[in-house]
T-cell receptor
Framework: DQQVKQNSPSLSVQEGRISILNCDYTNSMFDYFLWYKKYPAEGPTFLISISSIKDKNEDGRFTVFLNKSAKHLSLHIVPSQPGDSAVYFCAASARNYGQNFVFGPGTRLSVLP | DVKVTQSSRYLVKRTGEKVFLECVQDMDHENMFWYRQDPGLGLRLIYFSYDVKMKEKGDIPEGYSVSREKKERFSLILESASTNQTSMYLC?????????????FGPGTRLTVL
């Protein structure tokens, strides 16, 4: 039973438009959430995170929104660029339990020129 | 800049062979992790270590063991490889036990067991 779900295995977006990647979680103990990005033949790299005390965190073109009551978070990329084409993993942790991150299955984003 | 390196990018082994996957990090991080990545399943934690000679089981430790004799090096061992261990293996490290510390990943080893 997956505790972190990304229900869209893939997403295609036109260059310059907004990309919205979604993530749902089931464990109410999770209080810290991260997004990682993975290019083929490379390891995942950290993109952005959010603590449960916030509902939004922004870093340049990337914004993560957290809806605790719905146990849902989303990553917005505006504007999308071809170099954003990658697999995006959502991850969650309960900070009191240290570094035990639970990852979702990933969403493959394709940004079309 | 954190660097996590893994000994092989691609590896092909036969069923029953003993397999060693090596990981080295150069940032004096306390924690090291081994994950496997499979389509539709994301990254699943196999083992992790918070200190030298210390190890803890992750979510899927069966069929694997680990060794951490030096702080910078964390080895994953498949005692008798099986075809269901064909996967992408990813090593990661992080600075401390704080739940907010970023994990830094190596490039991965794609293991095929025939």
């Amino acid at each position: 039973d997956q505790q972190v779900k990304q229900n869209s295995p893939s997403l295609s977006v036109q260059e310059g438009r907004i990309s919205i990647l979604n993530c749902d979680y089931t464990n109410s103990m999770f209080d810290y959430f991260l997004w990682y990005k993975k290019y083929p033949a490379e390891g995942p790299t950290f993109l952005i995170s959010i603590s449960s005390i916030k509902d939004k965190n922004e870093d340049g073109r990337f914004t993560v929104f957290l809806n605790k009551s719905a146990k849902h978070l989303s990553l917005h990329i505006v504007p999308s660029q071809p170099g954003d084409s990658a697999v995006y993993f959502c991850a969650a942790s309960a900070r009191n339990y240290g570094q035990n991150f639970v990852f979702g299955p990933g969403t493959r984003l394709s940004v079309l020129p | 800049d954190v660097k996590v390196t893994q000994s092989s990018r691609y590896l092909v082994k036969r069923t029953g062979e003993k397999v060693f996957l090596e990981c080295v990090q150069d940032m004096d991080h306390e924690n090291m992790f081994w994950y496997r990545q499979d389509p539709g399943l994301g990254l699943r934690l196999i083992y992790f270590s918070y200190d030298v000679k210390m190890k803890e089981k992750g979510d899927i430790p069966e069929g694997y063991s680990v060794s951490r004799e030096k702080k910078e090096r964390f080895s994953l061992i498949l005692e008798s490889a099986s075809t269901n261990q064909t996967s992408m293996y990813l090593c990661a490290s992080s600075l401390s036990k704080r739940g907010t510390d970023t994990q830094y990943f190596g490039p991965g080893t794609r293991l095929t067991v025939l």
